[in-house]
């Protein structure tokens, strides 16, 4: 068979590979960094309704990048460190070592693997995969919040958990198996401004 006809052929070929990956891969559009949803600023404060009771979040104090916070969850308190580590949310709490809450490049179908959540338990490890980047909550004010992150937990025990996040606001509502287990009714933005 003579090259010339060859060529053409493959030609035709590499581009609709080409293409179809192309079309395939995240767009620039729908490609977001966990640090866009990551609020650190002293003051920053965080009020839910949740499935039993209350719960509050808090930033103490920001000190070498990194926002030291506090949970007040009904009998449970909880302290930890949040910091953004290469475009990507981190959380280091006492039960376990620095963990990905949000990865630096999020789009949907973005999966790993980081220990359980504090809405799970901290029990164990759970994959976590973005399946939505536009998601709508309905937050306990009744007003609704669009264009939310869903993150998807499973674990190797216990129900699926979804947690949502809004930019400029960080984690605003957590449903579990059985419903709603956090949703925000206030936030309020630390020295500095936000949302």
């Not at 395939?24 to 600023?41: D, H, K, L």
């Not at 990194?66 to 308190?77: D, N, P, T």
């Not at 669009?146 to 606001?169: I, M, R, W």
């Amino acid at each position: 068979m003579k090259l010339t006809k060859v060529l053409p052929a493959l030609s035709v070929a590499v581009i609709a590979v080409t293409t179809a990956a192309a079309l395939a891969a995240p767009t620039a559009e729908n490609v977001r960094s966990g640090a866009g949803y990551f609020i650190g600023r002293a003051g920053t404060s965080w009020s839910y309704v949740a499935d039993k009771g209350k719960a509050h979040v808090t930033v103490d104090s920001v000190e070498n990048w990194a926002s030291r916070f506090h949970v007040e969850w009904g009998k449970r308190s909880i302290s930890g460190t949040w910091r953004v580590r290469d475009g990507a949310w981190v959380e280091k709490l006492p039960s376990h070592d620095e963990a990905v809450v949000l990865p630096a490049q999020l789009s949907v179908g973005t999966r790993w693997t980081a220990p359980s959540s504090i809405e799970r338990g901290e029990k164990g490890n759970s994959k976590f995969e973005v399946i939505s980047m536009d998601a709508q909550v309905e937050l306990a004010s009744g007003n609704t919040r669009e264009g939310c992150v869903a993150v998807l937990e499973t674990g190797d025990t216990g129900g699926a958990f979804t947690h949502f996040y809004a930019p400029n606001t960080g984690k605003v509502a957590v449903q579990g198996p059985d419903g709603w287990v956090l949703r925000l009714s206030e936030f309020r933005a630390g020295r500095g401004g936000g949302d």
